[in-house]
Structures are given as structure tokens and as C-alpha cells.
């Protein structure tokens, strides 16, 4: 997962700022949904391409260079930041687009991460590529239309980590869609794109992320989860060239992209909710690291409702639901030689700490 510090959005931001037309936000000074409303004055109206030429826009904009750099697509279900992906697909081969499918690797197709059938399959929704993004086709359809949320016991698991199950946080209790976390800032910024691009429509859908307003947009229970995963995962240069390579395309730009900062002065209080469940795991830490011995120490001093063991493969090597701290330490053993994250949730609130083991 890409470190957050408070620091990182004025980072990316800067570096962001010089490919952004000059004067495309100069309308956007207000706070609050007046902000929201500011926002979608300035990125409506982008040119509407068809749905087929969402794989045009894909060989620009989804192409592999940040980590494998082989210029394959980038998908954020498949891709394995820290290890060999399990299969890859090309960009100009139209062979390796879906058709059938029956299991990982077999074609990619275009995933809606907020599902078609909310805005029934209508333009430009439907082929808007800021949200229809390039995906493994199984993968794809194992998320199907749920929401995306936490899931600490998933009854499926993607190659890289992407996981479906019931979502733990309060206020939802059903199925849900976890991306590894790499890409959680990367599926957050391309859902507020869509509560802002689509702001003169979004009050009409129903969905579960949904709240069925066109000002905060997003469900109460859903919400945190996406300024928590917008501030846990930075924007990435990836992310800034699909941006541009969008832009390039259909005109338009995502401001949570350009402008991080963009999403706190809008739903201000949903931040600050964040920003304290950061405070309280800042002090969860783990220890000795690295470990000698394949043993090592959770101390807490906040309830933890689970932790996971995830070596660079993205696969899930232990899973612990409402472990038991003793004196608020947790001891876990018998890792063998390598390197992991070990993942904390609490609440809708989650960490991850790097562990060496050897």
C-alpha cells in the first residue's frame, strides 16, 4: 500500500498541477456542496464516445508502465505490485477481450465500478472510461453489482488479493467488494468522480453505496470507507497519466485527482471521521522487525477486529477474526522466511504495517 501522510496529497497535488490545463478550475472556490456543484459545472459536457471505444481509450490510458512495465493492460483485480501478475493482457489484441469466461486470466472485459444497472446502462454513464475501467472478465463478474466495502471473512479471493464477502463496518452487513490496497485510493477517486460528473442525475439511483441525494450522494455506512481508502492511498503517477490520457480523449478531467484535497472540503465531516480512525491506529505497532525466528508481537491498545497476514504475492497466509490481546499484545508464529503486510481493521477502520520475516 502506498504510505499515507497528511504531506502526500500536497505532494501528488503539486506534481499533479502542471499538467493541468491552465485555469480549468479557476470556477472551483467554494466548500461544502457548493464546491461539489462548482466542480461538475467544470467537468460536464465531455465529449461521449461509444462504448466500444472504451478499449481505444484503454490502449492510452491502462497500460502497464508503473509496474511490470511491459505495457500490458493495468488491472487493478489482477496486477500484483509486488510479484509476477498471474496472467496479463494485451492492449491492441483484441483476442484476449471477453466473450465467454470461466475462470481468471481467460479475457478482460469493462467494469463498471458503479454498476451499469444503476443508471440502466444509459449514456454517457455507460462509457464514461473515469469509472469503466479494465478488468480480469471473472473477476469482474464475481464482484457483479455489489457495493465495494471491507470484507475480513471473504468467501472468494482473486489471485492478487481482491476480495468478496460480507462487508464488516457498521451500517451494512451484506455482500461486498474489497480491492487490495493498492488500488483502494484508485476505485474511491473514480467513485466521487462519479457523485460529482453526475451530479444532476445521481439522486434519482439506488444503490447501496448510494444515499439517493445529489449533495453528500454516498450512503452513510459507505462514505468513511471512501475518504478512508481516498486518504490511506494517495494518488499515484499512475493515476495522473491515466488522468491526462483521459483528458486526452474525451475531455474532461477527474478533480480528486488533480485536486485531492477537493474531497475533505466536501464532505468535511466524513474526513474528519477518517482522519481520527487514523490517529487511533497510529499507535498499533508490530515488533521485533525484522523477526528472527518467525514470531513476532500486535500491540494495541484499541480493539482489533481482525488481522491478516499477506505475503507479496497477495496472497492471504493467515486470518485472524476478533483475535485475543492479552495485556493489548497479540502474538502470532510460525511465519516462515519472507516478506508480508499485516493487515488491521477496526470498525471501518484499517492499517497495514510491513513485516519482515527471516
Same mark, same amino acid.
Given at each position: 500500500?502506498?504510505?499515507?501522510?497528511?504531506?502526500?496529497?500536497?505532494?501528488?497535488?503539486?506534481?499533479?498541477?502542471? #499538467?493541468?490545463? @491552465?485555469?480549468?478550475?479557476? =470556477?472551483?472556490?467554494?466548500?461544502?456542496? @457548493?464546491?461539489?456543484?462548482?466542480?461538475?459545472?467544470?467537468?460536464?459536457?465531455?465529449?461521449?464516445?461509444?462504448?466500444?471505444?472504451?478499449?481505444?481509450?484503454?490502449?492510452?490510458?491502462?497500460?502497464?508502465?508503473?509496474?511490470?512495465?511491459?505495457?500490458?493492460?493495468?488491472?487493478?483485480?489482477?496486477?500484483?505490485?509486488?510479484?509476477?501478475?498471474?496472467?496479463?493482457?494485451?492492449?491492441?489484441? $483484441?483476442?484476449?477481450?471477453?466473450?465467454?469466461?470461466?475462470?481468471?486470466?481467460?479475457?478482460?472485459?469493462?467494469?463498471?465500478?458503479?454498476?451499469?444497472?444503476?443508471? &440502466?446502462?444509459? $449514456?454517457?454513464?455507460?462509457?464514461?472510461?473515469?469509472?469503466?475501467?479494465?478488468?480480469?472478465?471473472?473477476?469482474?463478474?464475481?464482484?457483479?453489482?455489489?457495493?465495494?466495502?471491507?470484507?475480513? &471473512?471473504?468467501?472468494?479471493?482473486?489471485? &492478487?488479493?481482491?476480495?468478496?464477502?460480507?462487508?464488516?463496518?457498521?451500517?451494512?452487513?451484506?455482500? /461486498?467488494?474489497?480491492?487490495?490496497?493498492?488500488?483502494?485510493?484508485?476505485?474511491?477517486?473514480?467513485?466521487?468522480?462519479?457523485?460529482?460528473?453526475?451530479?444532476?442525475?445521481?439522486?434519482?439511483?439506488?444503490?447501496?453505496?448510494?444515499?439517493?441525494?445529489?449533495?453528500?450522494?454516498?450512503?452513510?455506512?459507505?462514505?468513511?470507507?471512501?475518504?478512508?481508502?481516498? #486518504?490511506?492511498?494517495?494518488?499515484?503517477?499512475?493515476?495522473? @497519466?491515466?488522468?491526462?490520457?483521459?483528458?486526452?480523449?474525451?475531455? =474532461?478531467?477527474?478533480?480528486?485527482?488533480?485536486?485531492?484535497?477537493?474531497?475533505?472540503?466536501?464532505?468535511?465531516?466524513?474526513?474528519?471521521?477518517?482522519?481520527? @480512525?487514523?490517529?487511533?491506529?497510529?499507535?498499533?505497532?508490530?515488533?521485533?522487525?525484522?523477526? =528472527?525466528?518467525?514470531?513476532?508481537?500486535?500491540?494495541?491498545?484499541?480493539?482489533?477486529?481482525?488481522?491478516?497476514?499477506?505475503?507479496?504475492?497477495?496472497?492471504?497466509?493467515?486470518?485472524?477474526?476478533?483475535?485475543?490481546?492479552? =495485556?493489548?499484545?497479540?502474538?502470532?508464529?510460525?511465519?516462515?522466511?519472507?516478506?508480508?503486510?499485516?493487515?488491521?481493521? /477496526?470498525?471501518?477502520?484499517?492499517?497495514?504495517?510491513?513485516?519482515?520475516?527471516?
Amino acid at each position: 500500500m502506498r504510505t499515507f501522510l497528511h504531506c502526500c496529497f500536497l505532494i501528488f497535488g503539486l506534481g499533479a498541477f502542471a #499538467q493541468i490545463p @491552465a485555469g480549468y478550475y479557476n =470556477n472551483a472556490t467554494g466548500s461544502g456542496y @457548493a464546491l461539489k456543484t462548482q466542480l461538475y459545472n467544470i467537468i460536464k459536457g465531455h465529449t461521449t464516445k461509444s462504448y466500444n471505444q472504451l478499449y481505444v481509450c484503454y490502449q492510452t490510458s491502462d497500460r502497464d508502465y508503473f509496474y511490470e512495465n511491459d505495457g500490458t493492460i493495468l488491472d487493478v483485480y489482477s496486477e500484483k505490485p509486488g510479484g509476477t501478475d498471474s496472467y496479463t493482457y494485451s492492449a491492441t489484441n $483484441s483476442n484476449d477481450r471477453c466473450g465467454n469466461y470461466a475462470v481468471e486470466g481467460d479475457c478482460y472485459n469493462r467494469e463498471h465500478l458503479m454498476p451499469q444497472s444503476v443508471f &440502466n446502462e444509459a $449514456s454517457p454513464m455507460v462509457s464514461d472510461p473515469h469509472h469503466v475501467i479494465p478488468t480480469d472478465g471473472k473477476v469482474n463478474g464475481m464482484r457483479n453489482n455489489f457495493p465495494f466495502g471491507v470484507v475480513n &471473512n471473504p468467501t472468494w479471493t482473486s489471485t &492478487n488479493g481482491s476480495k468478496l464477502g460480507n462487508n464488516s463496518t457498521a451500517g451494512y452487513s451484506q455482500k /461486498a467488494f474489497e480491492p487490495i490496497d493498492e488500488f483502494k485510493g484508485d476505485v474511491a477517486r473514480c467513485i466521487l468522480y462519479f457523485g460529482v460528473r453526475y451530479h444532476n442525475t445521481v439522486g434519482n439511483y439506488e444503490h447501496a453505496m448510494l444515499d439517493g441525494t445529489n449533495q453528500q450522494v454516498f450512503s452513510n455506512w459507505f462514505l468513511p470507507i471512501l475518504l478512508q481508502w481516498h #486518504q490511506q492511498d494517495p494518488v499515484s503517477p499512475r493515476e495522473i @497519466a491515466r488522468n491526462n490520457a483521459i483528458y486526452a480523449y474525451q475531455g =474532461n478531467r477527474n478533480p480528486f485527482i488533480d485536486h485531492p484535497e477537493y474531497a475533505c472540503a466536501i464532505w468535511s465531516a466524513g474526513c474528519a471521521l477518517a482522519n481520527e @480512525a487514523f490517529s487511533a491506529l497510529d499507535n498499533v505497532s508490530i515488533y521485533p522487525n525484522p523477526s =528472527n525466528d518467525g514470531r513476532f508481537s500486535i500491540q494495541s491498545e484499541i480493539e482489533i477486529d481482525a488481522v491478516e497476514i499477506v505475503n507479496v504475492n497477495g496472497q492471504v497466509i493467515r486470518h485472524i477474526e476478533r483475535p485475543t490481546f492479552e =495485556n493489548n499484545t497479540l502474538v502470532i508464529s510460525d511465519l516462515p522466511n519472507g516478506f508480508y503486510f499485516v493487515k488491521m481493521s /477496526a470498525g471501518n477502520r484499517g492499517t497495514t504495517k510491513k513485516l519482515i520475516v527471516q
